[in-house]
């Protein structure tokens, strides 16, 4: 309602994908590669009233608030690249013997003297204005017909034949190469990006190249540096075959021709977004109905919020309809009501919200979920927002993470948050995948159950492993060798119990770096959700272990007290045959900086530029020592057999290098 309130919430008919199968609106976000991104039906075209919500108020804030945040640099990038910021120029071109132009938005105003054709999407309305005009609508009215059946996917592909139809009977004019130019339509253009119309520029355009040679049209070169007789030249180079900007480069050529057409009042300096609208209406019963009555003198009219929750109505069937209603429309007694503002009779919006409105805010439920009279108190909202670590799937990085970005903005301007990001931080993790990097579904038949898995090796195996696996960020695939090592690391674990001399405390001298170097690394690790290497290095000192005669008891419960946050059974049980409290009720283990560096490493020496051996070196040794150093190693006196020593140089805790001859 609020949104509806200050004008950002609005109804349009438009075409919009929609599922076959599902039988409902999807938002551009909701199509993947074509399909819906739910059920993998290809998606089609279709003419629908739908609510809509203007995001796109929102898109600078969006990108700019980027770099107040912290999220993983991948994350920036796809919703930077969704959203979708270009800097150009409007051009207007005019239409021969009209008073009217065809606005063009584009980035590269620099090549408009290589523009030589022209392309508008099939929906545009200049084929109507003009239909008295044009010889071949038939033509046109067929063409338009087979691009509304095509998703926004098939209509962009780059990798496809380029079709189109040209308008017979009106023209466009270059206003600065002062040439006659075609209109064509092509379902390359999309109406719902920019102004749905484009200069063509084949010799530095490849869609528009692979457009020219399929129509015999010309091809002008006006940037240097390509060969445009085998394709598009889209790189940079100076500005050729244009009067006004011959010899500039491309930067140079873009200001200076920009300036130009505000000059002549040809065109202007435009800002423009990829961003779309979001799609807000779904024509399914479950979800929150739109809290909007329809009156035929009112228009669209809120209800009152003391109105509020709007619930949903009992229904026979769940399913759509197969024109596309939602099964809300068949509840008459339900759609039928009175105007909140004139009283006469009116119908509801039968259409709900999408599944994103819901997980748009519920984290500020989370805040204070007993408050029936708001989100949450302010005193709740101040004490915990924003939220600190937020973590999630990648395939949500352009759906629910942007919309609940917007969402959380405009609660922030209408003063009910207190502020204008809802995560401080936020990382994302891959996905496991089946045998041969397959992503498991069950029509594969390569689905892993948990449940299996626990009832074979136990619920810390499980834990350890998919920790274990790989790279948290990243993809990797299920690996049953994998689990069983896993699995004998846990069994050793327990076995070591064994080797516990329970009157030995303290670290021993030859473990004691290395435990306050594991201790450092995993807590940094874990911090880090890198506990796949916390793992490795806790594996490390346990191989340690097994090389002592004995290990003391405080050895050993260090190494549970690290290892309890990836397995807590295993780790509570040993500890309790330790005859010790709850590992969770105790304190993390603390290292000491100064005891995580060895006083003794190991330092590579090269001979003539190749790693010929290596010599443990007293840390921080001093130039003065190297020579005594090296002289008691048997391997320096090998090289040196038959040679002279010409040169030594020493790179303090690092590199002994040795010219010989």
């Given at each position: 309602?609020?949104?509806?309130?200050?004008?950002?919430?609005?109804?349009?008919?438009?075409?919009?994908?929609?599922?076959?199968?599902?039988?409902?609106?999807?938002?551009?976000?909701?199509v993947?590669?074509?399909?819906?991104?739910?059920?993998?039906?290809?998606?089609?075209?279709?003419?629908?009233?739908?609510?809509?919500?203007?995001?796109?108020?929102?898109?600078?804030?969006?990108?700019?608030?980027?770099?107040?945040?912290?999220?993983?640099?991948?994350?920036?990038?796809?919703?930077?690249?969704?959203?979708?910021?270009?800097?150009?120029?409007?051009?207007?071109?005019?239409?021969?013997?009209?008073?009217?132009?065809?606005?063009?938005?584009?980035?590269?105003?620099?090549?408009?003297?290589?523009?030589?054709?022209?392309?508008?999407?099939?929906?545009?309305?200049?084929?109507?204005?003009?239909?008295?005009?044009?010889?071949?609508?038939?033509?046109?009215?067929?063409?338009?017909?087979?691009?509304?059946?095509?998703s926004?996917?098939?209509?962009?592909?780059?990798?496809?034949?380029?079709?189109?139809?040209?308008?017979?009977?009106?023209?466009?004019?270059?206003?600065?190469?002062?040439?006659?130019?075609?209109?064509?339509?092509?379902?390359?253009?999309?109406?719902?990006?920019?102004?749905?119309?484009?200069?063509?520029?084949?010799?530095?355009?490849?869609?528009?190249y692979?457009?020219?040679?399929?129509?015999?049209?010309?091809?002008?070169?006006?940037?240097?540096?390509?060969?445009?007789?085998?394709?598009?030249?889209?790189?940079?180079?100076?500005?050729?075959?244009?009067?006004?900007?011959?010899?500039?480069?491309?930067?140079?050529?873009?200001?200076?021709?920009?300036?130009?057409?505000?000059?002549?009042?040809?065109?202007?300096?435009?800002?423009?977004?990829?961003?779309?609208?979001?799609?807000?209406?779904?024509?399914?019963?479950?979800?929150?109905?739109?809290?909007?009555?329809?009156c035929?003198?009112?228009?669209?009219?809120?209800?009152?919020?003391?109105?509020?929750?709007?619930?949903?109505?009992?229904?026979?069937?769940?399913?759509?309809?197969d024109?596309?209603?939602?099964?809300?429309?068949?509840?008459?007694?339900?759609?039928?009501?009175?105007?909140?503002?004139?009283?006469?009779?009116?119908?509801r919006?039968?259409?709900?919200?999408?599944?994103?409105?819901?997980?748009?805010?519920y984290?500020?439920?989370?805040?204070?979920?007993?408050?029936?009279?708001?989100?949450?108190?302010?005193?709740?909202?101040e004490?915990?927002m924003?939220?600190?670590?937020?973590n999630?799937?990648?395939?949500?990085?352009?759906?629910?993470?942007?919309?609940?970005?917007?969402?959380?903005?405009?609660?922030?301007?209408?003063?009910?948050?207190n502020?204008?990001?809802?995560?401080?931080?936020?990382?994302?993790?891959?996905?496991?995948?089946?045998?041969?990097?397959?992503?498991?579904?069950?029509?594969?038949?390569?689905?892993?159950?948990?449940?299996?898995?626990?009832?074979?090796?136990?619920?810390?195996?499980?834990?350890?492993?998919?920790?274990?696996?790989?790279?948290?960020?990243?993809?990797?695939?299920?690996?049953n060798?994998?689990?069983?090592?896993?699995?004998?690391?846990?069994?050793?674990?327990?076995?070591?119990?064994?080797?516990?001399?329970?009157?030995?405390?303290?670290?021993?001298?030859?473990?004691?770096?290395?435990?306050?170097?594991?201790?450092?690394?995993?807590?940094?690790?874990?911090?880090?959700?890198?506990?796949?290497?916390?793992?490795?290095?806790?594996?490390?000192?346990?191989?340690?272990?097994?090389?002592?005669?004995?290990?003391?008891?405080?050895e050993?419960?260090?190494?549970?007290?690290?290892?309890?946050?990836?397995?807590?059974?295993?780790?509570?049980?040993?500890?309790?045959?330790?005859?010790?409290?709850?590992?969770?009720?105790?304190?993390?283990?603390?290292?000491?900086?100064?005891?995580?560096?060895?006083?003794?490493?190991?330092?590579?020496?090269?001979?003539?530029?190749?790693?010929?051996?290596?010599?443990?070196?007293?840390?921080?040794?001093?130039?003065?020592?190297?020579?005594?150093?090296?002289?008691?190693?048997?391997?320096?006196?090998?090289q040196?057999?038959?040679?002279?020593?010409?040169?030594?140089?020493?790179?303090?805790?690092?590199?002994?290098?040795?010219?010989?001859?």
């Amino acid at each position: 309602l609020q949104l509806f309130k200050h004008g950002l919430a609005y109804k349009a008919k438009m075409d919009i994908n929609f599922c076959p199968s599902c039988k409902v609106g999807l938002a551009n976000e909701e199509v993947v590669g074509g399909e819906c991104e739910r059920c993998h039906t290809p998606v089609v075209r279709r003419a629908k009233e739908q609510w809509m919500l203007e995001i796109t108020k929102y898109a600078q804030r969006l990108l700019d608030d980027l770099d107040e945040v912290d999220f993983a640099p991948r994350i920036k990038a796809q919703q930077r690249n969704w959203i979708g910021r270009s800097e150009g120029a409007t051009i207007r071109f005019p239409i021969l013997d009209t008073e009217e132009t065809l606005d063009v938005y584009t980035t590269r105003p620099d090549t408009i003297y290589g523009a030589t054709y022209m392309v508008i999407a099939p929906e545009h309305p200049l084929i109507e204005t003009y239909a008295s005009r044009i010889r071949n609508m038939d033509a046109l009215m067929a063409y338009r017909t087979e691009a509304k059946n095509k998703s926004d996917f098939e209509r962009t592909e780059l990798v496809k034949d380029k079709t189109g139809v040209r308008i017979e009977g009106i023209n466009a004019w270059n206003p600065i190469s002062e040439k006659e130019l075609p209109i064509f339509i092509s379902d390359y253009v999309m109406m719902e990006y920019g102004s749905g119309a484009i200069m063509a520029v084949p010799a530095h355009d490849q869609r528009d190249y692979e457009f020219a040679k399929n129509f015999d049209l010309p091809i002008y070169e006006v940037v240097s540096g390509g060969d445009i007789s085998t394709e598009a030249w889209t790189g940079d180079g100076a500005i050729v075959g244009s009067p006004l900007i011959d010899g500039l480069s491309v930067p140079e050529a873009i200001e200076k021709m920009t300036g130009i057409l505000e000059e002549r009042g040809l065109g202007e300096k435009k800002v423009q977004y990829k961003l779309r609208d979001w799609v807000f209406s779904r024509q399914r019963y479950w979800g929150e109905p739109i809290p909007i009555v329809n009156c035929p003198t009112c228009g669209h009219v809120p209800l009152d919020e003391s109105e509020l929750p709007l619930c949903l109505p009992e229904v026979d069937s769940y399913e759509p309809t197969d024109d596309g209603s939602s099964p809300l429309a068949a509840m008459e007694d339900w759609v039928h009501t009175t105007c909140p503002s004139c009283g006469a009779a009116a119908e509801r919006e039968t259409d709900t919200m999408p599944q994103w409105a819901g997980s748009s805010w519920y984290f500020l439920r989370y805040l204070d979920p007993h408050n029936d009279e708001e989100l949450a108190s302010r005193e709740a909202i101040e004490t915990w927002m924003p939220v600190d670590w937020y973590n999630g799937g990648m395939e949500h990085t352009t759906l629910h993470l942007l919309y609940s970005r917007f969402w959380h903005k405009f609660l922030y301007d209408i003063g009910v948050v207190n502020t204008p990001e809802p995560y401080q931080k936020r990382s994302s993790h891959g996905f496991i995948l089946g045998k041969g990097n397959i992503k498991m579904s069950k029509s594969r038949g390569n689905v892993i159950n948990p449940d299996e898995v626990i009832e074979e090796v136990g619920a810390d195996a499980l834990r350890s492993y998919e920790m274990f696996i790989g790279d948290f960020e990243k993809a990797v695939s299920w690996s049953n060798e994998g689990l069983a090592g896993t699995k004998r690391f846990l069994d050793r674990l327990w076995f070591a119990f064994e080797r516990v001399d329970m009157n030995k405390r303290g670290y021993s001298p030859e473990l004691e770096v290395q435990i306050h170097r594991t201790i450092k690394k995993v807590g940094e690790d874990y911090e880090a959700l890198k506990a796949n290497t916390a793992i490795a290095a806790m594996m490390a000192l346990l191989n340690e272990y097994y090389l002592q005669d004995s290990i003391g008891r405080d050895e050993y419960e260090v190494l549970l007290r690290l290892l309890n946050p990836v397995a807590p059974h295993i780790t509570e049980e040993l500890n309790e045959l330790l005859g010790n409290p709850p590992i969770t009720e105790g304190k993390w283990p603390a290292y000491d900086p100064d005891k995580t560096v060895e006083d003794v490493i190991e330092v590579p020496v090269q001979v003539n530029g190749k790693v010929r051996f290596r010599m443990d070196v007293p840390r921080g040794a001093q130039e003065s020592q190297i020579d005594a150093l090296l002289e008691e190693e048997d391997a320096y006196h090998r090289q040196l057999e038959g040679k002279r020593l010409i040169k030594r140089i020493y790179i303090q805790d690092k590199l002994i290098s040795l010219v010989v001859k």
